[in-house]
């Protein structure tokens, strides 16, 4: 879009075929990406809007609720950073569980746009959603690797002549998630942020489950909507809605109930 630190690509496909446990376990596609202060100024995704609903009354935790919001708010402040070898090391095995057929020339390479990454620099747009948002992407590869390769290759359903950038996206369900469940808050301040607590505190993963389930979910309505690129930010404002309305269901007790989990194959 411009020079100013956030922009998007078009990637055009290539045909390839409460309380349970005291123990703690725009019509523009403008995607998340480049400096947070970009973020403030242009996002119009809906991950970034505050809607009347938020401003509900905060939520009491448990000391165990609070202890596993504050591991995953610890997750949360941690930018990426391409100096340290753990980040290093979890770059490359994302793509090695991307491609382990392929070879990687470096960790600034032309084959990160494969993937979805708008240049060669992964860095760039790990900046809207921190280390975490690489977290999520690795243990989605590892834990469903069926279904993450299925959205990579773009392999099932009627797709678009212009799909969404993969990985790029995947920062977006990061932040998007971040900013519903409302994680940087003392404590929360909507049903849904509460309810999310609770599976928290019952599987430390909860938030990376949860990153899958809304990918899959996400992929599912762009297909129903016959979405193209420039769809991106109503198809992620309908997963949004949809992903609340499943976790706010009567008879779910954990992540796995959730309606949309069906969807994901290992």
Wanted: hydrophobic share 40%; with cysteine; aromatic share 10%.
């Amino acid at each position: 879009m411009d020079d100013r630190g956030g922009s998007f690509v078009a990637v055009r496909r290539i045909s390839q075929g409460l309380d349970r446990s005291n123990t703690c376990h725009s019509s523009s596609a403008e995607f998340v990406t480049g400096s947070t202060a970009w973020l403030g100024r242009g996002l119009s995704c809906v991950c970034a809007q505050r809607r009347e609903s938020d401003a509900r009354p905060s939520f009491d935790l448990t000391p165990a609720q609070e202890e596993c919001l504050q591991r995953l708010q610890n997750r949360i402040d941690i930018p990426y950073d391409g100096s340290i070898p753990e980040h290093q090391d979890a770059l490359r095995a994302l793509w090695s569980a991307a491609f382990p057929e392929e070879e990687l020339h470096g960790l600034i390479s032309e084959q990160w746009k494969n993937m979805g990454w708008q240049g060669k620099d992964p860095s760039t747009d790990f900046r809207g959603g921190g280390f975490i948002s690489l977290e999520n992407l690795l243990f989605f590869a590892r834990n469903f690797p069926k279904s993450f390769q299925d959205l990579l290759r773009k392999q099932e359903g009627d797709r678009s002549v212009w799909e969404y950038p993969f990985a790029v996206a995947g920062v977006n369900i990061t932040f998007m998630l971040i900013q519903m469940l409302d994680l940087e808050a003392v404590k929360p301040r909507t049903l849904v942020g509460a309810t999310f607590l609770k599976f928290l505190a019952e599987n430390d993963s909860a938030f990376d489950l949860l990153y899958c389930i809304t990918f899959k979910m996400m992929d599912q309505q762009w297909l129903s909507m016959r979405a193209s690129y420039m769809d991106f930010n109503t198809v992620m404002k309908s997963t949004r809605r949809q992903l609340e309305k499943e976790l706010l269901l009567e008879d779910i007790m954990r992540l796995e109930d959730v309606p949309s989990y069906k969807l994901l194959t290992r």
